[in-house]
């Protein structure tokens, strides 16, 4: 493991929030964000209501510019995003998960607890140097975001589509 549980968990969940404004989109109704907040494994306050999903899509592109900029740019956001919510860290037990850390209320919006949990995760990327771990999707078809936790840093697609898209795409020009 690369980093922590929490901090994986919280940046695969950023990064499939922001490739789901993508087409086809995968954000666009309450049972979207309801699947989403399921999957990730988000906890406390969740609406589902159709405000709550206005504002987890507003989010989208704040966190794609984080999750896309140079180290010292995203230290920048991460300040930033951790100010804007008043952030305060403090250890965490719940369900199966051990102490973790969470930076709001659980009664905080959801749009604000998954900026700050993706903000938290993007702290342990800076220090560590490992912004090359998020990357642009290689098809060049696809502005999607990759999230590279491989050993061998080889994860060039941000879905098993690109992958195989690209693959074919290689074998047709191989063969002519």
Not at 16 to 39: G, H, I, K, Q, Y
Not at 46 to 58: F, N, P, S, W, Y
Not at 82 to 109: C, K, S
């Amino acid at each position: 493991m690369l980093f922590a549980h929490d901090t994986e968990v919280s940046l695969r969940a950023a990064v499939a929030l922001v490739n789901s404004a993508s087409e086809p989109e995968t954000m666009r109704t309450t049972a979207d964000l309801d699947a989403f907040f399921a999957e990730h494994g988000y906890t406390g306050r969740h609406t589902g209501g159709a405000d709550e999903l206005a504002e987890v899509r507003r989010l989208r592109p704040r966190l794609r510019t984080l999750l896309t900029s140079d180290r010292d740019t995203a230290a920048e956001l991460v300040n930033d995003l951790l100010r804007d919510a008043g952030a305060l860290p403090r250890l965490v037990r719940h369900g199966d998960v051990d102490w973790h850390v969470h930076a709001v209320d659980d009664d905080a919006p959801l749009a604000e607890r998954i900026a700050v949990e993706t903000a938290m995760a993007m702290i342990d990327v800076i220090r560590s140097d490992e912004m090359s771990r998020l990357d642009v999707c290689s098809d060049e078809t696809c502005d999607g975001v990759v999230l590279d936790l491989s050993r061998n840093r080889s994860k060039r697609f941000c879905s098993p589509a690109c992958g195989n898209r690209n693959a074919v795409a290689a074998y047709r020009a191989r063969r002519r």
